[in-house]
């Protein structure tokens, strides 16, 4: 900062001398270094009134709390200029706008009266009527239906053109050959009779003739694009009166008849500029006959005023003696954390402010006095973690590779953990040319207890499996084996498939699990494969309960197993990933390898939801026969 003021200083007394030299050598430079010089002082002051005054809290609050003051004021006032503006706009829009709607009510006055006339010959007295006292601009033209088709049998003026015109019932502005009209065309019968006002710069200053705004008449061509040229606007205003303000635009809808390419009426829109004399208007408002009620204006204006000054001084004085009790708490806070950086958590802050830096210095105490218990949980998390981890690695080794394949099926599965160690469990034990067991179980919840059941449930399937008992006795067995150790919500759904090679059957054996899909090469479509079984660890278990269901396989079958993990997959209509759309998978993909068919599930489920986190533990088993 010393380097920089030095600098400014040197600076400043080299164009002080370069500018009393120019004033009398270079006079055509004395202009630029005069400027030149005063930039810089002012550079330079500012950095001094930083240095000395705003480098201490109190003062920066100070001068902060002096901008949110006078910030909003001007805001406001800008606010309250624009919504007056905004509201003489559109009031000025309301009141051509309903002029222009006056007009065409009496256009379509003038209409009904045609259409309650008996012939062609009656419209035709009236029209001569009309025609005698008619206003500017009138168009009328009169058609007569002849077979399916009206054909124009009248026209006023002579010669105008109206061929593209179609024939139907409209009410409001319409366009053709480039130029506007304000009329109405309406069919009764075997007549149709539209009426009509050019709109030109005469038509838009006849309706506002009664007021102080006027409308700046636009022709259609002057669009660019659906924008107007700048240029235009900006040359409008400069012909206007200096107390002029911005044009306001008045948006209006049209018929193109001009469209040629379409059999309907094209609906556009367009607009023409508002022009509104905010001085004659703020003289009528202010042009009252009553002084009583200026002067009581003007009275209560001061005492706005003076009330708001009063407001400030108050409230000046006021914030400089919060903003003194706020930095010298600011300061003890601050050297409250110096301490703490030092490492002396022993230090405590005493504020007796009895507000929210009190409550601070409070906390502030509190968190130095908590921080070695932080640091200590924090080193105690990150055991945690660092053994769960190492669980989830010994639990994986439980689990098999996830492809096997043998002489007979190739399998492929999938274990996805909703936390870092899961409860599902898949597995499957073979002996060449003998049997395969296949089974994917749930351990009712998640997490490290699930994982527990789960090591459980291994370590039994691995001893009961080499008896070669039918499935419905492997789950009683593990039901007897682990139910001593469940707790009252602990429960095991499993699903256990005994291939039987030598029989070329399979034996399907469920226990509240989720169906099983099993693919039949020769119908060429799957089946849910659902027998009757309670969960192990349920107290109305019973071997009794327990069904088997019995299939022969031949090659090219297909044998799903999965946790309802994957079936009850939401996405974000909450709708169920469902059992049908495994199947319908499944079918569409048999004549892939199970490797394929796992990818293709696997993918599918991650485009059917909308969250990357998994709600349950997803598990499953595709085993096809060779």
Known sequence: ML????????????LFILTILSLFIFRTLFDFLLWLLITVV???????LKRKLLWKTRNRLIFSGLFFVITPIILILIFFLFIVYIIIAQYGVIIIDNLIKRQANQLEYTVDRYLVQPDADEMLERTSQLIRFRPKNLVIALFEKRGNKYERFFIYPDGFDFNKLKVNQFSGYFKIHNTFYLGVMKKRGDFAVLISSLVDQDFLDQLST?????????????????MHNTEEIASMASDEEETLFLPWPY???FIDFDANNSKDMIEREHLHWLLIDYDKIFQKITGFDTHSVQLNIQKFIYFLMGLFATFIVIS?????????????????????????????FGFRIKIKSGDQLQYLAESFNEMSSGIKRLLIQEKEKQRLEEELRIARSIQLKLLPEEDFDTPEFEIAAINIPAEEIAGDYFDYFYQDSKYLYVLVADVSGKGTSAAFYMAELKGIMNYLQKKEISPADLISECHYSLSHSFDKVTFITINIAQFIIPEKTFILSR???????????????????????NAIGLINFSRKNMNEVKIPYRPGDILFLFSDGLSEIMNSEDEMLGIDNLMTLIEKNHNNSAGEIKQKILDFSIDFSDSKINRDDLTFIVLKVK
């Open 3 to 14: 380097r920089q003021v030095k600098k400014f200083d040197l600076l400043i007394s080299v």
């Open 42 to 48: 002012v550079i330079r002051v500012l950095l001094y």
């Open 210 to 226: 009664i007021s102080d705004f006027r409308i700046k008449f636009v022709k259609f061509d002057s669009l660019v694009e659906g």
């Open 251 to 253: 948006k209006f809808k």
């Open 316 to 344: 000046f004085f006021v914030g400089f003696r919060i903003v003194r009790v706020i930095t010298k708490s600011i300061n003890l806070i601050t050297k409250g954390t110096q301490k703490i950086r030092k490492g002396d």
């Open 511 to 533: 226990a509240g699990h989720t169906p099983a899909i099993f693919y039949d090469s020769r119908e060429q479509q799957c089946q849910k494969l659902d027998p009757a079984g």
